[in-house]
């Protein structure tokens, strides 16, 4: 089982920057693709970004592509969000999730195919 923890949101003006982190523990993590999902107020839980156990491949949706990076430190068990340039459109409560793969370089990007999910950090952009 692996346990995932996410934190790092706050409240900031637009175009402001911030970084989320998701510290997962539990056995092989390295076995799983990660994500970021969020969920705005009366809106369906979306894909922000994915990225493979690798590290190598990464995937973005279009409304963040060049403005949000998505890492992770294999070592230290560690998934970051940079988010740059932020929009009050990218208000929402955002997830870290771990997926099960056994394809190295695979990205999910799809909420059905995690398998654990952070508890959430809210993220508020002011106009």
């Known amino acids: 089982q692996v346990q995932v923890v996410d934190s790092g949101g706050g409240l900031l003006q637009a175009g402001g920057s911030l970084r989320l982190s998701c510290a997962a523990s539990?056995?092989?993590?390295?076995?799983?693709?990660m994500g970021w999902f969020r969920q705005a107020p009366e809106r369906e839980r979306e894909f922000v970004a994915g990225i493979s156990r690798s590290g190598d491949i990464t995937d973005y949706a279009d409304s963040v592509k060049g403005r949000f990076t998505i890492s992770r430190d294999n070592a230290k068990n560690t998934v970051y969000l940079q988010m740059n340039s932020l929009k009050p459109e990218d208000t929402a409560v955002y997830y870290c999730?771990?997926?099960?793969?056994?394809?190295?370089?695979?990205?999910?990007?799809?909420?059905?195919?995690?398998?654990?999910w952070g508890q959430g950090t809210q993220v508020t952009v002011s106009s």
């Open positions: 999730a771990a997926g099960f793969t056994v394809n190295i370089v695979a990205v999910l990007t799809t909420s059905r195919v995690y398998d654990y």
């Open positions: 539990g056995r092989t993590v390295s076995s799983y693709a």
